[in-house]
């Protein structure tokens, strides 16, 4: 309902744009609410037609904004030779609500594109609906003579109005309590390391969200940040950082930068499919995901000689697998669950190889995971099967409390696992390339779930460069080596 009364507030605003005018009004105003619902509607659900990406969106979109401009110019023309009193009536424009309805779409369509900017379309949301409950006062003001009459629908329009302030005003209240710096605690700690520890000129490397925070928290420079000047560093560092098949060609890039120190935090974990997806070449060789998988309970199968926990999750391979002769594609096939037995073996408990349910057209088979890591240990089994690794989490209530060792996991595809990211950060291995100079794990950020949401460690590895790494010259250019990883291809 309030976005519906947003956009009554924008096309009003754009009725009396004309208000001078007589004839063309209500058929300005009809083109314009065409426009509006194809440029807002056609990016409507994910899930549906109107994704934004489907063939009909983009026509949908472009006939609207095409259709829009088409329309206004002919009838401003023909008005111009036909009906010139009419006109010069629609000459006679208001230019504040100009001003503010450009500016609406403008951020509309900034919304449009990328969820984040749907912040700086609120201002002017606001004033579209402040618009429409003061727009409609005065024109039932103006139409109604009865004082009574008014008076009544004067106190519905207060009572709507009123209703939305104290909506929203909860809904910030609410989302505020919960809301802290970003430069919050974990990272003034490793600030206070930073400073105390590494020289002043110490070059750090990172995904470049957090470039702002170290180079004001740690006064330190990094090689990229938020501005994003040099688009294809994201790129390099996306390829050759943290999705590097090899420590090689990672510390050839960052000898390429000078840096002295690689930093990652949990969060990578969440932004995975992003930095994977920018770092991918034409064909999204990188691309991938690292999902959450929890415990169900209700699941859990006791045998005379095991306990079988069930995580409930899912995963679509990024990656043709086959097994025993069948092939599981790649963004058809996908995981459901992960099976992980556990046995008692005297006075020991013993982790036995999971398994992995997958699914492929409308059918399901249980097959071996080769790989396990629970309790800072990585378990390889002999058994050939899918490739993956579960890491295991605990998880904990809200007021810290120990409430599952092993109530989660993520789960590590084999496209993942090999990377940089995951053997040092998501499985903690031992580099003499890269040294574990500072980490918060052991001092309250374990990788674990933590009152429903996903926390971890802030890391920093001091890179030390063997003999035989050189500088790049591609790695500090601003060009990207193939343009094409720029652009999307259809086909993945």
């Given amino acids: 309902i309030g976005v519906m009364l947003i956009l009554a507030g924008a096309c009003l605003m754009f ?27 056609t990016r409507y659900s994910s899930s549906g037609v109107f994704n934004g990406e489907s063939g009909l969106s983009k026509l949908l979109f472009v006939v609207s904004i095409s259709g829009f401009i088409i329309f206004m110019g002919w009838y401003y023309i023909r008005l111009f030779y036909k009906e010139k009193e009419e006109y010069h009536r629609i000459s006679n424009i208001e230019r504040g609500l100009v001003f503010v309805v450009v500016w609406f779409l403008v951020t509309a369509l900034a919304g449009r594109t990328a969820i984040r900017l749907l912040f700086v379309f609120s201002p002017v949301a606001a004033v579209a609906l402040s618009y429409l409950f003061v727009r409609s006062a005065e024109i039932i003001s103006s139409k109604i003579k009865s004082i009574a009459l008014k008076t009544i629908v004067f106190v519905i329009i207060g009572l709507i109005a009123f209703s939305f302030l104290s909506n929203f005003t909860r809904g910030t209240i609410a989302q505020a309590t919960y809301t802290g710096p970003i430069f919050n605690t974990q990272w003034q700690n490793a600030a206070s390391w930073v400073k105390a520890n590494t020289p002043e000129g110490s070059v750090f490397v990172h995904w470049w969200d957090y470039g702002y925070l170290v180079q004001t928290g740690f006064g330190r420079p990094t090689v990229t940040d938020g501005g994003n000047a040099a688009g294809s560093w994201n790129f390099f560092v996306g390829r050759y950082v943290l999705t590097a098949q090899n420590e090689k060609e990672a510390l050839e890039f960052m000898k390429s930068h000078d840096v002295s120190y690689f930093l990652a935090v949990s969060d990578e974990i969440g932004k995975y499919p992003a930095f994977s997806s920018i770092g991918s070449n034409e064909t999204y060789d990188r691309y991938s995901y690292i999902p959450v998988f929890s415990m169900d309970t209700s699941q859990t199968q006791e045998t005379r000689n095991q306990t079988i926990y069930v995580y409930r999750g899912g995963f679509g391979l990024d990656e043709d697998f086959i097994y025993q002769g069948k092939l599981y594609p790649a963004g ?40 396990v890591f629970v309790n800072e240990r990585e378990i390889i089994f ?111």
Avoid: H
Wanted: aromatic share 12%; charged share 15%.
């Fill in 382 to 492: 002999n058994n050939p099967g899918f490739k993956g690794c579960f890491r295991v989490l605990p998880v904990f209530s809200g007021a810290g409390q120990l409430e599952n060792p092993i109530g989660a996991g993520l789960y590590v595809s084999e496209r993942v696992r090999r990377t940089l990211f995951a053997q040092l950060y998501l499985f903690g291995k031992d580099s003499k390339n890269f040294e574990v100079a500072y980490s918060d794990e052991g001092t309250g950020a374990p990788l674990a779930i933590f009152s429903g949401r996903l926390i971890g460690p802030l890391k920093i590895w001091k890179v030390n460069y063997p003999a035989d790494i050189k500088k790049n010259p591609i790695y500090v250019s601003t060009a990207y080596p193939n343009p094409n990883v720029t652009k999307i291809n259809p086909n993945y």
């Fill in 15 to 41: 009725y009396f744009m004309f208000s001078l005018a007589k004839k063309s009004k209500l058929k300005f105003l009809l083109a314009f609410i065409a426009f509006l619902l194809g440029l807002l509607f």
């Fill in 332 to 371: 058809q096939a996908g995981i459901g669950a992960v099976l992980l037995p556990v046995s008692q073996q005297g006075n020991n408990t013993v982790i036995e190889q999971p398994s992995v349910i997958m699914g492929y057209n409308n059918a399901q088979v249980q097959i071996p995971l080769e790989c």
